[in-house]
């Protein structure tokens, strides 16, 4: 080492990686979305994201019963508007093609639905409703609130059946 040289190349670039890193770690506590330590397969219960509390203005039952009956309208409805696009494709093969996977989808749809409602109460769920859309899956349970267990456990059974991500799954609980 030279007379009189303080710090070398090697040391200042080594001090410089260090404040980089403690600058990363800084911003990460600072600007860290979850508020405090997360781990890995640690569950979080989202009110404003994934699950609400929807209040009804009736009868509870009544609501699942209306929900239930309105979605077997829409899709006797749509069988109905499939087999009159049917009749009336007569003999071309690429619309009854389409037909026919149109049926199909419906039908999947409906088993998708009826298995997260049947899990949910065998997982101890007094009744719950599932409607499946294009894009997204949306689960109205009944319940005063649900915990992070209980969202966890909804949203596992969601994935599972759809097969949509956690994202595009919605909890809904009805008091």
Known sequence: MKKGKVLGKSQIILAV???ALG????????????GGTKYLGEAQYVNSE???LLETSGNVA???ETARAEREASYK?????ITEAIKTAGGDAAALSEASKTVSDLALRQKKETNIETLLKAKGFPDAIAIIGQNDVNVVVKGESLSGAQT???????MAQSGFAIDKIKILAVK
């Open 17 to 19: 990686m260090v404040l």
């Open 23 to 34: 600058a990363a770690v800084w911003f990460n506590m600072k600007y860290s979305s979850s």
């Open 50 to 52: 994934n699950s609400e």
């Open 62 to 64: 009544d609501y699942f």
């Open 77 to 81: 409805a749509a069988q109905e508007n």
């Open 152 to 158: 966890v456990q909804i949203q596992d059974i969601a």
